[in-house]
T-cell receptor
Framework: KQEVTQIPAALSVPEGENLVLNCSFT??????LQWFRQDPGKGLTSLLL?????REQTSGRLNASLDKSSGRSTLYIAASQPGDSATYLC????????FGTGTRLQVFP | DTAVSQTPKYLVTQMGNDKSIKCEQN?????MYWYKQDSKKFLKIMFS???????INETVPNRFSPKSPDKAHLNLHINSLELGDSAVYFC??????????????FGEGSWLTVV
């Protein structure tokens, strides 16, 4: 049974910092891994999707990496901004999408 | 235009009532899902339909019954509501099922409060 863990549970940083969010999963037989952002009172917005054959994906200031053998993915956010404040969820896709409990990020000016 | 839309956004109802949440996607996707997010923000899949056929049915009480009249719609009906059903319910869709590795798109959620 797939289990997904995200560390840290919460993070508060000053604007401009580079930061790393971590996601680990127990079953490496995944089709892909997807990072999402959830704003308060809103649904999930897909940020990056990494297929099992890929090592990383980039979109703007975001870079996600995937190491299937060690069961880990990281989301790197460069030059963080207050608008990045949200909860970040990773979902590992085996026969269904299993989510971690998220990292709540606050970026203060 | 909203890609995945669900109604109502907020619903407050008494224990024992029956209620429905509707979901529609205009992305032309074949697969739709219902997820439940509890008070601790843990998001868990409930059901998945592919071309109107049920393909995932997690351990969900049979008071919850999904219905897919066509592949663009997946409604969730809940009978005999209980306090523990209070949660945010998210509808989502993807082009194909999970194994094809497509991005999943979520609706904005329906906040259900049972009193």
């Amino acid at each position: 049974k797939q289990e997904v863990t995200q560390i840290p549970a919460a993070l508060s940083v000053p604007e401009g910092e580079n930061l790393v969010l971590n996601c680990s999963f127990t079953d490496s037989a995944i089709y892909n891994l997807q990072w999402f952002r959830q704003d308060p009172g809103k649904g999930l917005t897909s940020l990056l999707l990494i297929q099992s054959s890929q090592r990383e994906q980039t979109s703007g200031r975001l870079n996600a990496s995937l190491d299937k053998s060690s069961g880990r993915s990281t989301l790197y956010i460069a030059a963080s901004q207050p608008g990045d404040s949200a909860t970040y969820l990773c979902g590992s896709n085996t026969d269904k999408l299993i989510f971690g409990t998220g990292t709540r990020l606050q970026v203060f000016p | 235009d909203t890609a995945v839309s669900q109604t109502p956004k907020y619903l407050v109802t008494q224990m024992g009532n029956d209620k429905s949440i509707k979901c529609e996607q205009n992305l032309g996707h074949d697969t739709m899902y219902w997820y439940k997010q509890d008070s601790k923000k843990f998001l868990k899949i409930m059901f998945s339909y592919n071309n109107k056929e049920l393909i995932i049915n997690e351990t969900v009480p049979n008071r919850f019954s999904p219905k897919s009249p066509d592949k663009a719609h997946l409604n969730l009906h809940i009978n005999s509501l209980e306090l523990g059903d209070s949660a945010v319910y998210f509808c989502a869709s993807s082009r194909d099922s999970y194994s094809s590795g497509n991005t999943i798109y979520f609706g904005e959620g329906s906040w259900l409060t049972v009193v």
